[in-house]
């Protein structure tokens, strides 16, 4: 057996149940069975155990929920490179590219072996940010613009270097790692369960909740102390609510870049009200201190519950309000459709996922591929799926999943009893020796937590992935060929985390 | 088509907040902290045990507000000791006055550490440019928000622009990190004097989680003088509001 194989709402696996193969078996394996669309890596990465480096990888069968685990070992300073499965399937370049950043392992024959972000515990020192290696083409009708790392408007810093032909964009190449704080030495730096909570909160704040799950996941899974049905059902409110206040907050500014005032304001106003709406439950806007591992410090009240529901109508109506006008405003729809086109067969090879994936028609979505919470079972969920790829498939995803995750909020507030709730769990043991994995499908998509613990039960590995690692190269090929004036439309169509790819 | 503009707009209604120096939040928000001895301090002793960021002191009774991510876990477990509020005026021009002790009522502003050319320059038209410097977007979006519809703190010419050679100072957000010192100096330096430094969220004051990490560099705020203080994990656009307003001398404490 090349995997070990668990599902998202298994418990902690111990390590030595994790088959160790071959690279070469894992190689062929891997070779032919990524070509089916079923078929994804969720994490890739290595760490050093004892006397070797070890290294893990997990795939995902959407078709059958399963995660199927394994992993192989090198020695230290081998002096052997890898055959480079990105050669074959482009999807694992940000693994591989963090791999050789961090340790030193080559890849032979990888395509695209550039550091992934300048972590500082990188082993080349001399490699620096402001020295990144960016793609050039020679030509005289050619000409580079570069952008960043500070941008325009109040948002993250990411440097852009675009080559162009007058004003069309032919290559764009995004250089990432200025947000890099070290996250994930953190988690193992502390054995407090409430900072890696916080840690866990701040890996994107836009994604606070979807990040708080994955972790809190992790936790409940080494622990055992399983969350019960109620705070599942109160987390996947509070998810929806998320997923809800970001789309409607990237419509405005999709509107706000092809200068449609009225959609602009009407969605920040929506905005307000979605994470006031979050505010009024937990005192945070952005869903801060609302989720916490085996139970809750904001357990819903009647009256909270009222209230959301209340809120989440009105703002369900005057979206679709705003949803309506946009589909039948000739001028917005001129400059979104047919931009940006990301087509099906590109957005699969280079392992695209969550919304951004599902507009260009791959069917990624954690909630029904691999169910968690009320996903699954309270909640049977249907993907939306777009086909077209453009900035407008990737709107419409937006509007339809606000007016779903509304629905969602209402099904499950609707017969929803508040009852005894448990408070917070940060000091049950954890599992010694065991990997956690846990899955969840936060707004922009995949995000999949890692947790190792050793031989005390603490943490000594924690590994982290957003979806936008896989998503950011969705976007330099998304402008390929478009106009550069219409980069920002397709910036906001994905609207990817610097810090959740940087951590 | 105009039929349905017409229906957003109706909908829309009115969204402005009419006076920004009254605006009280919803009670579950928590903004300045509230502190009280009690003759047993072993509650507080628990509750500095757990706090993230190391910002509670037990002897004397102190809480530090730049290091506080506001998650509210030190209130559950001292609850006769430590209240949060949902006051958010809690910025200042003196880093000291965010450690909140048993007897602070209000965050004193301290107004006379206003350099004299800031109301002067600024009170009429405040332009700023904005770094993020490995901040996690929260705080960030909130400082967008400032502007937006609800807030519209455009009314009071104070605008976020896109060059370093419009503004009229800095807001940095995040804890710094090392990839980004020397683009933040780089841009403090492009802006004409004379110049103010805003520091925006618990993380950016402070370092917050990222205090001790090895991925930052936050030797820029040793190196520059600040004006403003801003706590919060994410400040609230409210309390960036008020901080700037009274900076500028549009309102006093």
């Known amino acids: 057996m090349i995997y070990y194989i668990t599902d998202n709402r298994n418990q902690a696996i111990h390590l030595r149940e994790i088959p160790e193969v071959d690279y070469a078996a894992l190689y062929e394996d891997l070779k032919e069975r990524l070509t089916q669309e079923q078929y994804h890596v969720a994490h890739y990465f290595a760490r050093p155990e004892e006397q070797k480096l070890r290294f893990y990888l997990i795939l995902l069968d959407d078709a059958t929920a399963q995660i199927m685990i394994s992993s192989f070992s090198m020695e230290y300073y081998e002096d052997i490179a890898l055959p480079s499965l990105t050669a074959l399937h482009p999807a694992l370049h940000p693994f591989e590219r963090e791999i050789t950043e961090l340790y030193n392992v080559e890849f032979d024959s990888m395509p695209w072996n550039k550091p992934l972000r300048f972590a500082f515990n990188r082993r080349n020192r001399n490699s620096t940010i402001d020295n990144y290696p960016f793609y050039t083409i020679e030509g005289e009708s050619l000409h580079e613009v570069n952008v960043g790392p500070i941008h325009a408007g109040i948002i993250e810093p990411g440097a852009f270097r675009f080559i162009c032909n007058g004003e069309n964009v032919l290559h764009l190449e995004i250089a990432l790692g200025y947000q890099h704080r070290g996250v994930e030495n953190e988690f193992t730096a502390t054995d407090n369960r409430l900072r890696q909570m916080l840690l866990s909160e701040s890996i994107a704040g836009d994604s606070a909740v979807s990040h708080g ?46 200068g449609y005032q ?25 869903g801060k201190g609302l989720i916490r591992p085996s139970g809750t410090n904001k357990p819903l009240t009647k009256e ?11 703002i369900k109506r005057r979206y679709n309000e705003v949803r309506e006008d946009i589909k039948t405003s000739a001028s917005l729809l001129a400059r979104y459709e047919q931009c940006g086109n990301v087509p099906k067969q590109e957005m699969q090879r280079i392992g695209g996922v969550g919304m951004a994936a599902r507009a260009s028609g791959v069917s990624r979505d954690i909630r029904s591929s691999h169910p968690y919470l009320a996903y699954g079972t309270e909640l049977k969920h249907e993907s939306i799926i777009k086909r077209q790829g453009d900035v407008m498939a990737r709107l419409m995803v937006r509007c339809r999943e606000v007016l779903q995750s509304a629905d969602y909020i209402e099904q499950i507030l609707s017969n929803y009893t508040p009852a005894e709730s448990h408070l917070p769990d940060y000091d049950s043991p954890l599992k010694e020796e065991s990997i956690s994995i846990a899955l969840m499908e936060g707004w922009r998509g995949e995000i999949c937590h890692v947790a190792i613990t050793d031989k005390e039960g603490k943490i000594e590995t924690y590994k982290i992935k957003d979806p936008s690692l896989h998503n950011w190269l969705a976007l330099a090929l998304a402008v390929r060929g478009e106009g550069i004036s219409d980069f920002p439309i397709n910036n906001k169509s994905f609207n990817l985390s610097y810090c959740g790819h940087d951590l | 088509m105009i039929l349905p503009k017409i229906k957003v707009l109706k909908s829309h209604g ?11 939040l919803t009670e579950e928000f928590r903004g300045r902290v509230e502190l009280s001895e009690t003759s047993d301090m072993s509650d507080v002793e628990a509750a500095a045990k757990i706090c993230p960021t190391q910002a509670i002191t037990t002897v004397p009774f102190s809480l530090d507000m730049g290091r506080c991510l506001f998650c509210g876990e030190c209130a559950l477990r001292a609850p006769r000791n430590i209240r949060f509020t949902n006051d958010y005026k809690i910025g200042s021009t003196s880093r000291e006055a965010l450690i909140v002790t048993p007897q602070t009522k209000s965050v004193d502003f301290h107004q006379q550490n206003v350099r004299k050319e800031i109301p002067k320059l600024f009170g009429r038209a405040l332009k700023l440019r904005q770094v993020s410097a490995a901040g996690d977007a929260s705080v960030e979006m909130e400082l967008n928000a400032t502007g937006n519809v609800n807030f519209d703190f455009g009314r009071y010419g104070v605008e976020f622009v896109a060059s370093p050679r419009h503004a ?24 004409p004097d004379p110049k103010i430094v805003i520091v925006c969220g618990s993380e950016a004051i402070s370092g917050g989680l990222y205090a001790q990490s090895k991925a930052v560099d936050r030797s820029f705020l040793e190196k520059y003088h600040v004006d403003l203080w801003l706590p919060g994990t994410p400040t609230h656009p409210m309390t960036f509001i008020d901080g700037v307003m009274n900076l500028i001398g549009l309102k006093k404490r």
Not at chain 1, 233 to 254: C, P, Q, S
Not at chain 2, 14 to 24: A, C, E, F, G, H
Not at chain 2, 183 to 188: G, K, S
Request: overall charge negative; some cysteine.
């Open chain 1, 213 to 258: 799950v994955a972790f809190a996941m992790a936790m409940e899974k080494l622990s055992g102390k399983k969350a019960d049905e109620n705070l599942e059902r109160e987390r996947t409110v509070a998810l929806e609510l998320e997923r809800m206040a970001m789309h409607i907050a990237d419509t405005g500014a999709l509107c706000t870049d092809v």
């Open chain 1, 262 to 286: 009225l959609g602009q304001v009407a969605c920040e106003a929506l905005r307000t009200m979605t994470i006031n709406t979050t505010q009024a439950w937990c005192g945070n806007r952005f």
């Open chain 1, 304 to 314: 909270k519950v009222e209230m959301i529901r209340q809120n989440v109508a009105q």
């Open chain 2, 14 to 24: 009115w969204q402005y907040i009419p006076d920004l120096n009254n605006v009280t």
């Open chain 2, 168 to 191: 009229d100072g800095v807001v940095i957000t995040g804890p710094i990190s090392k990839s980004m010192a020397e683009p933040l100096d780089i841009c403090f330096k492009a802006i």
